[in-house]
């Protein structure tokens, strides 16, 4: 119909402006991707530093104030820049209308509207490092946040600017789930990877003006001093833990489901069987984003919150673990006699299931009241959110590059540094952060640029394994580039898939399918 | 929405939509999501408004004893004619009364002009008086504690509102500009439909706020 031998959405036109003004969904994906992927490094290398800080203990490289910025920015940019946008914006973007069989987001114009609402949200945080940088965390915690330098208010500013561009992606996606499916694609006959999406996208939509509003209070606080947040004028700095936590716990799964969307095609492709209990799959997607809203006051157990809230919220927050496990349970059962191959997008799978269950696990141990004041503020609780963000969301967004790369690309990436990058990001993983949850059984304390002496080894093993993981994600960049500028022609389907976007061109062209695909069953029909 | 499929197959519709009425019925699902953020966001608002109103009742009474309830009933009664003039638009876009759109759209204008002319004058007097938000707040002769903070509330969530006010009239203005040409007819008056969407919930957010500040006690 529209296509033209040689041509697709790489080559259909050239030069930066070409890209900068684009509305194809694809290009938007790829721009996302080489932003979030520059943004990670940023957020690493603090990370690197940190962990350098904290080889021994009191003083390494930098005083308490310097590493107070680190710890902010490494936080503030891997979840406003990295995990959130991650999987959603990168391959949302690229691989939501092409399973629906759609031609494009309903929305393209706002679709590259969020990309730059990213970059500009991102810009205007960077300032803040002009200002002597932000120290109060990625949580803006009142009231030190209305006190400390005027750092903090540019990064509140670029948040809230960069809140848009998860609300504007959200919203395109829920709509072109609802209204450009192609002929045929029922709702269950959607691959799970967009049930996950939707689940997000709706999440996206309803917490996100939260966050807006609470940002705005925060900078009008700072401005010109509303005193909402502010007991000294009658105000009340809980609520400010409310109403971001109203946020930022739905926004958790804002990080996590697509993963798990991931993680559900991986497990199929290289299982070659049928998943089970796709229903299940995809409702308790759904599950999670309803649970997501009535849980946040597990954050605030010791903020002076009633024990009777403090028991509801606890009963909700272990609530999570159903949907949670259901998922777990299927991928696993999908497993049980398939033909399992251990490409690297696979090895990626496992980890995940394998870590997450213990990010989840122990996510269940801190949602007891009891046991979350001796937990709270602990590492114990830094190697919880860590085994769930990194082991879960980074696990699956490596796993996602490996196995869409040859479809966004058309080129085949080199198996066995791909499978090295994950030994080295598995193992490093766990030798940082296994032992994390030791030291906050001890004791000690999250935020603090030093620590008593007796942590000392356990640290060592920590920054070490952060080493590791770092090697790990240079080598997978190395694989991933490589790939791009080197790789062999990766032809349709390099995997066998199903689902619709293996049937597009090797690249796909601009309008995704020469002609009309019509859908006739389900995703995974691999008998 | 009737739509003869011949018409709609003439007009330009963008190339991921089947046809014409495919896209409008996306563009409005899309508006209607993102009316849900505009109340979500208006809502963290009002969920912290209830929250200190149930803890200081006496401060909340003090305070919107100095709002005049008369300002506040006028711009009521202006936005509410606003919405019924947008209304209009649509109904004689359906007609094909370009002329009529554009009076209509026009009266609108008029109207959301007159609404921030009178909170022009409102936010002045507050001013004057020093009732201002929080550490701002210099007014002599209050009797609640942290009076300032009534007002920290009050000027937050007129001053949202109001800003979402110049954001409608300038979508207005670019509708009315586009109307003018010639633009909209009963094939095609998505922007006139979404825009009219969004002054809706405009209104109706002041609906809620009018009794909430000036009325209370």
């Given amino acids: 119909m529209y296509s033209t031998p040689g041509k697709n959405y790489l080559n259909e036109a050239s030069g930066l402006w070409s890209w900068l003004t684009t509305k194809d969904h694809k290009r938007i994906g790829v721009m996302y991707m080489i932003s979030v992927m520059i943004f990670f490094a940023i957020g690493g290398a603090f990370a690197m530093l940190i962990r350098t800080e904290l080889f021994s203990s009191g003083k390494d490289i930098v005083d308490a104030a310097v590493y107070n910025q680190f710890m902010t920015f490494h936080g503030a940019i891997m979840v406003f820049m990295v995990i959130i946008p991650g999987i959603p914006a990168i391959f949302g973007n690229f691989f939501l209308p092409l399973q629906l069989g759609a031609k494009d987001v309903a929305f393209p114009r706002v679709n590259l509207m969020s990309w730059y609402c990213l970059i500009i949200g991102a810009a205007i945080s960077f300032v803040s490092l002009i200002y002597n940088g932000a120290d109060t965390g990625w949580t803006f915690y009142t009231p030190y946040s209305i006190g400390t330098d005027n750092g903090t208010l540019w990064l509140v500013l670029g948040a809230f600017v960069m809140g848009f561009s998860s609300i504007l992606t959200g919203l395109n996606f829920v709509v072109t789930v609802h209204k450009l499916r192609a002929p045929g694609m029922t709702f269950f006959r959607m691959p799970l990877f967009v049930w996950s999406l939707y689940a997000t996208a709706i999440i996206q939509i309803i917490a996100t003006p939260v966050l807006g509003i609470t940002l705005l209070l925060l900078a009008a606080e700072r401005i010109l001093g509303i005193g909402v947040f502010d007991p000294k004028l009658g105000g009340d700095p809980v609520l400010f833990q409310h109403f971001f936590w109203f946020y930022s716990h739905p926004a958790v799964y804002i990080m996590i489901l697509p993963a798990m969307g991931v993680i559900s095609e991986l497990i199929t492709t290289y299982s070659r069987k049928v998943i089970f209990g796709y229903k299940a799959i995809a409702f308790s997607s759904l599950g999670i984003a309803a649970v997501s809203f009535f849980v946040w006051g597990h954050h605030m157990f010791v903020s002076g919150q009633s024990s009777l809230a403090g028991i509801i919220f606890s009963f909700l927050t272990m609530l999570v673990g159903v949907p949670t496990a259901i998922k777990t349970f299927n991928w696993v059962a999908t497993l049980y006699k398939g033909s399992v191959k251990f490409d690297s997008p696979m090895l990626y799978a496992l980890g995940f299931i394998f870590l997450f269950t213990i990010g989840g696990v122990t996510g269940i141990i801190l949602a007891v009241t009891a046991l979350d004041v001796h937990f709270h503020d602990t590492y114990f609780v830094v190697a919880h959110f860590h085994y769930v963000m990194v082991g879960g969301t980074l696990m699956a967004l490596m796993g996602a590059f490996f196995y869409w790369l040859p479809k966004m690309f058309g080129k085949l990436y080199y198996e066995a540094g791909a499978r090295l990058s994950f030994v080295f990001i598995f193992l490093g993983f766990n030798v940082t952060f296994f032992p994390q949850f030791v030291l906050g059984a001890m004791g000690m304390p999250r935020r603090y640029y030093s620590y008593l002496p007796e942590y000392q080894l356990l640290n060592r093993v920590s920054t070490l394994g952060a080493y590791t993981i770092g090697i790990g994600f240079l080598i997978a960049l190395a694989v991933i580039l490589h790939s791009i500028f080197k790789g062999k022609p990766a032809g349709k389907n390099p995997w066998g898939a199903k689902t619709l976007e293996w049937e597009a061109d090797e690249i796909p062209i601009h309008e995704n399918f020469a002609v009309q695909p019509v859908v006739t069953g389900g995703p995974y029909e691999y008998r | ?217």
């Fill in chain 2, 1 to 217: 929405m009737s739509t003869d499929n011949t018409a709609v197959g003439e007009r330009h519709h963008a190339h991921h939509f089947n046809n014409a009425e495919h896209e409008f019925n996306t563009s409005m699902f899309g508006v209607w999501c993102f009316l849900l953020t505009e109340i979500l966001m208006f809502g963290g608002l009002f969920v912290g408004y209830f929250i200190f109103h149930n803890l200081y009742p006496d401060m909340f009474a003090e305070g919107a004893s100095h709002l005049d309830w008369r300002y506040g009933a006028t711009n009521t009664l202006v936005l509410l004619m606003s919405s019924f003039t947008m209304v209009l638009s649509i109904y004689y876009a359906r007609k094909n009364n370009t002329k009529m759109i554009s009076w209509c759209l026009f009266i609108t204008l008029l109207c959301a002009i007159a609404f921030m002319g009178i909170k022009y004058i409102e936010y002045s007097h507050k001013i004057h008086e020093g009732l201002l938000p929080g550490e701002l707040f210099s007014y002599a002769h209050a009797e609640a504690a942290n009076l300032g903070l009534y007002f920290s509330f009050y000027f937050m969530m007129t001053g949202l509102h109001g800003s979402h006010v110049l954001v409608g009239m300038g979508l207005i203005t670019w509708i009315l500009i586009r109307a003018r040409r010639g633009e909209f007819n009963e094939h095609y008056y998505t922007p006139v439909e979404g825009v009219g969407l969004f002054w809706h919930l405009v209104d109706l957010i002041w609906i809620y706020l009018f009794p909430l500040l000036y009325l209370v006690g």
